[in-house]
């Protein structure tokens, strides 16, 4: 990414090529400026409670539960 704005590319067009948004591009590139390195954060500051699976579960349990979530589709 750094070396993308370092070469003249535009925050939207470096955002888009890497799916994120124009504003953690900036964040990253201002925090570039500042340290001179580049950092990357893994993860958020709280982890996941439920996992992807139990996400589902839930969502399967309730369909089973209530007849009136039936319409939609899963």
Partial sequence: ???????????????EKFGINKS???RAWKAF???????RKFGGSHPRKTTAVDDRCIVLSMVAE?????????
């Fill in 1 to 15: 990414m750094v070396v993308k704005l370092e070469k003249g590319y535009r925050f939207t067009s470096v955002a």
């Fill in 24 to 26: 953690v591009v900036s």
């Fill in 33 to 39: 400026q500042t340290i001179g390195i580049a950092v």
């Fill in 66 to 74: 209530w007849p009136a979530y039936h319409e939609f589709e899963l």
